[in-house]
């Protein structure tokens, strides 16, 4: 069955997030033929209350998260709107962004030495304005973490405005004993789901 605008050049891609590792993460597409990186038209910051609803849980928020940033944005003639949502979550609870050293402290404190998820949430409209999402789950394992180890990470800075309070493409990677999905879905963008999602919405790629 043929995509949309298959007549037609490819639409222009809109990322609907201010986050650099996403588009990062987008660049690692390639578009066919040329194998030219995939890069977006523009980036549009959706602006929606992120607030997760009584009773919610980790999956259903991250993949309602992803839908209403895409729709947050708006679309022009021959665009399509690409958003994602990551959320980590200790059991039911969602670990939001660290805002501070503490914040980071106790966020890796909790999740030193246990199993925890993270759900990576893709959502795109197409040029015709339908609308399509897919989700990724990701099982992570820190290790026993000291004292020490976890000031060390709190002084990096580097969990700070991160979900869960860490990066896993930094240093938190060094402390990570196992990890079972999407490596790309934890940093910010599953790309095989996202993938996916683009050639149905047209986008020519490899």
Same mark, same amino acid.
């Given at each position: 069955?043929?995509?949309?605008?298959?007549?037609?050049?490819?639409?222009?891609?809109?990322?609907?997030?201010?986050?650099?590792?996403? =588009?990062?993460?987008? #660049?690692? &597409?390639?578009?066919?033929?040329?194998?030219?990186?995939?890069?977006?038209?523009?980036?549009?910051?959706?602006?929606?209350?992120?607030?997760?609803?009584?009773?919610?849980?980790?999956?259903?928020?991250?993949?309602?998260?992803?839908?209403?940033?895409?729709?947050?944005?708006?679309?022009?003639?021959?665009? !399509?709107? &690409?958003?994602?949502?990551?959320? $980590?979550?200790?059991?039911?609870?969602?670990?939001?962004?660290?805002?501070?050293?503490?914040? $980071?402290?106790?966020?890796?404190?909790?999740?030193?030495?246990?199993?925890?998820? $993270?759900?990576? #949430? $893709?959502?795109? !409209?197409?040029?015709? #304005?339908?609308?399509?999402? =897919?989700?990724?789950?990701?099982?992570?394992?820190?290790?026993?973490?000291?004292?020490?180890?976890?000031?060390?990470?709190?002084?990096?800075?580097?969990?700070? #405005?991160?979900?869960?309070?860490?990066?896993?493409?930094? &240093?938190?990677?060094?402390?990570? =004993?196992?990890?079972?999905?999407?490596?790309?879905?934890?940093?910010?963008?599953?790309?095989?789901?996202?993938?996916?999602? &683009?050639?149905?919405?047209?986008?020519?790629?490899?």
């Amino acid at each position: 069955m043929s995509g949309p605008n298959d007549a037609a050049s490819p639409p222009a891609l809109v990322l609907a997030s201010s986050s650099p590792r996403r =588009r990062e993460l987008l #660049g690692r &597409l390639r578009m066919a033929p040329g194998s030219q990186m995939v890069a977006p038209a523009r980036i549009a910051s959706p602006d929606i209350d992120e607030t997760p609803r009584k009773g919610e849980v980790p999956r259903a928020y991250a993949l309602r998260m992803a839908v209403e940033k895409a729709r947050a944005v708006p679309r022009a003639p021959g665009e !399509i709107i &690409l958003a994602g949502d990551t959320t $980590v979550a200790l059991g039911r609870r969602i670990l939001d962004k660290a805002d501070t050293p503490q914040d $980071v402290r106790m966020m890796l404190g909790k999740l030193a030495g246990r199993r925890h998820r $993270v759900y990576a #949430g $893709v959502a795109v !409209i197409d040029a015709e #304005g339908r609308e399509k999402s =897919r989700m990724s789950e990701t099982i992570v394992t820190f290790k026993n973490l000291s004292d020490a180890e976890i000031e060390a990470y709190v002084a990096s800075g580097e969990g700070l #405005g991160k979900a869960g309070g860490y990066a896993i493409q930094g &240093l938190a990677e060094a402390l990570i =004993r196992a990890l079972s999905g999407s490596h790309s879905g934890v940093i910010g963008l599953p790309l095989y789901e996202t993938r996916a999602l &683009l050639r149905w919405a047209g986008l020519p790629l490899d």
